[in-house]
């Protein structure tokens, strides 16, 4: 089974709390049935969960998955955000494991985005005594958000160590790939040039780059689709002409999958 990222998984609020200067907990363990997020405003405290163990202070996150014994000594009286949420795939399949997530925040992480973070922080503020329908959407969409910053983070974070550690071969296939994507193209010639199999070349380019060649070069041709659409009058068909595609209608279909919009909607919706 696929992963998901936290990004893709929408989730579902079951409490919100805050507590304010607690010099204890209540349970120095718990064992519940939801994910349990902790944002750590002031303090600090020990904590244990599963095989992740350390101390959260200030500005640190924890995530404790369903059914997971979570252990936690204060050490300085604590500030902090507690959430407990359940977490569904986008087919509404109830998420339990962290072995199904890609990337793990499980144990503790941390935003880099102090300022985005802090501004999630005094929403949830705002909703914590609120029950009403638009409070529970609000409150939802904040996690989720918190989430798909995460995610965001993480993939940036990836993709810097991926150019720090740059495969100087595939940086060849890559100039190779800018160099022919408005023309034809055939992926097994460029594979042949760089003394690789097809799928040594799949593997290693996605490995540094993050997407397949074939999803890289549609990212390049729809960029310059985009471009066209918008900056000039020319028809679908010279369009694809000039991005390698064989015509109209094959971009138009391969446009609308990509983009969620047909390219005449994308041309339109962004009329002055």
């Known amino acids: 089974m696929e992963p998901y990222t936290p990004a893709q998984l929408r989730p579902q609020l079951v409490l919100l709390?805050?507590?304010v200067q607690k010099e204890t907990f209540q349970h120095h363990s718990v064992n519940v049935p939801w994910w349990i997020l902790f944002y750590v405003l002031q303090g600090q405290f020990q904590y244990q969960i599963g095989k992740h163990e350390g101390v959260a202070g200030p500005d640190d996150l924890l995530l404790c998955p369903p059914h997971t014994l979570f252990r936690r000594h204060m050490t300085l009286p604590s500030t902090f955000l507690l959430v407990n949420f359940n977490w569904f795939s986008p087919l509404g399949e109830r998420i339990?494991?962290?072995r199904q997530l890609m990337p793990n925040p499980v144990g503790k992480f941390i935003i880099q985005d102090m300022q985005r973070l802090a501004s999630t922080h005094l929403h949830f503020q705002k909703l914590l005594d609120r029950i009403d329908s638009f409070a529970l959407e609000r409150r939802d969409f904040l996690l989720q958000d918190l989430w798909q910053l995460y995610t965001w983070e993480w993939d940036c974070a990836q993709r810097d160590l991926r150019e720090q550690a740059i495969d100087p071969l595939m940086k060849r296939a890559e100039q190779l790939l800018r160099h022919h994507a408005?023309?034809?193209?055939?992926l097994k010639s460029i594979s042949s040039e760089l003394g690789l199999s097809a799928v040594q070349f799949t593997r290693r380019f996605k490995a540094v780059y993050g997407s397949s060649p074939t999803d890289y070069i549609t990212s390049l041709r729809l960029c310059k689709v985009r471009t066209l659409l918008l900056e000039t009058q020319l028809t679908l068909n010279e369009i694809a002409s000039q991005c390698g595609y064989e015509n109209g209608l094959y971009l138009s279909r391969v446009f609308s999958q990509k983009m969620?919009?047909?390219?005449?909607?994308?041309?339109?919706?962004?009329h002055i």
Do not use: T, V
């Open 182 to 186: 408005m023309g034809r193209l055939s």
């Open 96 to 98: 339990d494991s962290d």
């Open 260 to 270: 969620n919009i047909s390219p005449s909607q994308y041309r339109q919706s962004h």
């Open 17 to 19: 709390a805050e507590w």
